[in-house]
C-alpha cells in the first residue's frame, strides 16, 4: 500500500474561512498531483509539482493555490472558502515510473 | 472537452459474469492507458495499465484489451465477485499528467 496520507479526512467550514489541505509521502516521490473529484465522478486536475520550488496549475481551473518546499509535503491552500469548493481532494505522488498513488482524500463541505 | 471518454456509467453483473468497459481517445500523443478502481472513502488505486504498442494485458482476472487504430481500449473483469463492486476509472497519459474517463459505478450481484 502506497504511503500518502492526506489530513483532514473531512472537514466541514463555514464560508470565507481561509483553509489548508496537508498531503504527505513517505516515497521520496518528486512529482506530486491535486485532483478535485465530485463524488463518483472522474478526476480533475487542479495543480501539480515536478519537484521542490516547481508547482503547476492543472487543467481545471481553481482558486486554490500549492506550495511544494519539501519533497514529501504539498498542501493546498484556500484562501477564502465558497460553497462551490465542496468536492473532495486527492493527492497523488509518482516517481519516474508510470503510476501514480492516491491518498485517500479529504471530503470538504463548505456552508 | 472530454479527451477520454467512459462507457457505461453504470453497470449491474451477476456474481461470476464478465464485466466490460469501455474507453475511448482522441489525442494520440497519449502513451500509457490506466485503470483504477476506487472504493467509497478511499483514493483511486491502479488495478492495470497497458502501453499502446501492446494489444492486451491480462493480469488475473482483469485484461486490458487495446485497439490502436479505433483509440479504444478496454477493461474485462472475468468471473465477476461482489468484491469487485467499486468505481472504476481509465486514464491516459501524456507528459506526466493523466487524463481520466467519467468512471463507471460497477455492482455485483451476489
Known amino acids: 500500500e502506497a504511503d500518502i496520507y492526506q489530513t483532514p479526512r473531512y472537514l466541514v467550514i463555514g464560508t470565507g474561512k481561509k483553509i489548508t489541505l496537508e498531503c504527505s509521502q513517505t516515497?521520496?516521490?518528486?512529482?506530486m498531483y491535486w485532483y478535485q473529484q465530485d463524488p463518483g465522478m472522474e478526476l480533475h486536475l487542479i495543480h501539480y509539482s515536478y519537484g521542490v520550488n516547481s508547482t503547476e496549475k492543472g487543467d481545471l481551473s481553481s482558486e486554490s493555490t500549492v506550495s511544494r518546499i519539501r519533497t514529501e509535503h504539498f498542501p493546498l491552500t484556500l484562501e477564502s472558502a465558497r460553497p462551490s469548493h465542496t468536492s473532495q481532494y486527492l493527492c497523488?505522488?509518482?516517481?519516474?515510473?508510470?503510476?501514480?498513488?492516491f491518498g485517500p482524500g479529504t471530503r470538504l463541505t463548505v456552508t | 472537452q472530454q479527451q477520454v471518454k467512459q462507457s457505461p456509467q453504470s453497470l449491474i453483473v451477476q456474481k461470476g459474469g464478465i464485466s466490460i468497459i469501455n474507453c475511448a481517445y482522441e489525442n494520440t500523443a497519449f502513451d500509457y492507458f490506466p485503470w483504477y478502481q476506487q472504493f467509497p472513502g478511499k483514493g483511486p488505486a491502479l488495478l492495470i495499465a497497458i502501453r499502446p504498442d501492446v494489444s492486451e494485458k491480462k493480469e488475473g482476472r482483469f485484461t486490458i484489451s487495446f485497439n490502436k487504430s479505433a483509440k479504444q481500449f478496454s477493461l474485462h473483469i472475468m468471473d465477476s465477485q461482489p468484491g469487485d463492486s467499486a468505481t472504476y476509472f481509465c486514464a491516459a497519459r501524456k507528459g506526466q499528467k493523466l487524463v481520466f474517463g467519467q468512471g463507471t459505478r460497477l455492482t455485483i450481484n451476489p
Open positions: 497523488a505522488s509518482s516517481s519516474g515510473s508510470w503510476e501514480q498513488y
Open positions: 516515497m521520496g516521490h518528486d512529482k
